[in-house]
DNA sequence: TCTATATTAAACCAATTAGTTATCAACTAT
DNA sequence: ATAGTTGATAACTAATTGGTTTAATATAGA
């Protein structure tokens, strides 16, 4: 699977999303993370292993402990994809919007000039 | 489930990132959408139906044509989501890092100050 | 060495997903 | 009316996902 795919499908699960939540107060023990949640240990570990191979979360080794940190970098490649849609979404940036705020201007203000 | 949820589940397919791709070119039939894929018209259709229903895709209906439009707005979402982690990769954000820089710039140009 | 703790792995299950083919519905045009 | 086009739906399958429980592994401490 391509690393957008992996990444993207890591973040679409709420509980996934909640684990790296708290990873961002802190690096955590798979014990810590599942405390919050009503799903067996088990369970969580298996999250933490989807979040692990897409690189969002890595871990450490003391004593008996993994204890995981999250990595942020994959959310880069993400959000630069959601960024080249940001046109779609900010009106203004479209044909039929840019039209309509240039005669909205040209009314409000004659023969003002564009920002 | 939770629209964010949705919206990036819906985004972590090549599939679907491709028939949003192709949207974001202009409106376009099923059949225009398909044409570039080998699986079938009717595989497609599912995809869009879930891009639907993520609501990333709104459909008219023109005679038998059921035309499809992208509707960015959801993705909003989710890059405020991934914007909420942005500290996280840009490194100079982190307190290792920074003391990093700091150490690098003291010894490639001692008693400069920090930009 | 024995026991407790932390975590993973294995085996299993139900639900979902991504695909198929075949059929149905809506509309056009002859 | 009938045939052709466009697309959705149904029924099916194989693979994946998210969960379970039970066992295995690794380490710490008595």
Redesign the pocket.
């Known amino acids: ?1 391509d690393t957008l795919s992996a990444t993207l ?1 890591a973040l ?2 709420p ?2 999303r909640g684990l790296l939540a708290q990873l961002a107060l802190g690096e955590a ?6 405390e919050p949640y ?13 979040l692990e191979h897409a690189g969002l979360v890595t ?1 450490g ?8 940190r999250l990595d942020a970098k994959p959310m880069k490649e993400a959000l630069d994809y959601l960024s080249s849609y940001r046109r779609f979404w900010e009106e203004n940036f479209s044909r039929l919007d840019a039209l309509l705020e240039e005669m909205k201007a040209d009314t409000e203000n004659p023969g003002k000039d564009r920002t």
């Open positions: 699977m499908s679409a699960d509980t996934r023990t798979v014990g810590d993370l599942a009503e799903m067996s240990l088990a369970a969580v570990s298996k999250h933490l292993k989807v871990r080794r003391t004593a008996q402990y993994r204890p995981c």
